[in-house]
């Protein structure tokens, strides 16, 4: 289970900008994870608070926002959703694509309490 190293590298990214800013704790944590970023979330939820123990995330709150996968058709430009990385386009049938989003994993903000 990958989850945990990357919940780990979330802290760490975390504890260094606690670091850099002098500040001992965060309220909260805004994750972007795309569905096609390869994350189990249900997973990541589970060691989460293993992994934040005796941090400054350790009494904040995770929010994850969904990134749904987006791609476009090189062969007829149509954009479509894309649930699976090996989908086909839903016009032509082409599995000639570009992923727009989906792939992301990123911290998108940081809050620290009033």
């Known amino acids: 289970m990958h989850e ?4 780990l590298n979330i802290v760490k990214i975390s504890e260094d900008k606690a670091k850099a800013e002098n500040i ?3 309220s909260a944590i805004d ?30 709150e995770m929010r994850i ?3 749904k996968a987006q791609a476009n058709c090189r ?6 959703t894309v649930d699976f990385l090996y989908d086909n386009c839903p016009s032509c049938g082409s599995f000639q694509k570009h992923i727009i989003c989906g792939q992301e994993l990123r ?6 309490p009033d």
């Open 4 to 7: 945990m190293s990357v919940a």
């Open 65 to 67: 926002i969904e990134i």
């Open 107 to 112: 911290i998108k903000a940081l809050e620290i």
């Open 31 to 60: 994750l972007e994870i795309g569905s096609l970023a390869g994350i189990e979330l249900d997973a990541l939820k589970s060691v989460w608070p293993a992994a934040i123990k005796n941090s400054a995330l350790e009494s904040a």
């Open 24 to 26: 001992e704790a965060f």
């Open 75 to 80: 062969s007829c430009n149509t954009e479509f």
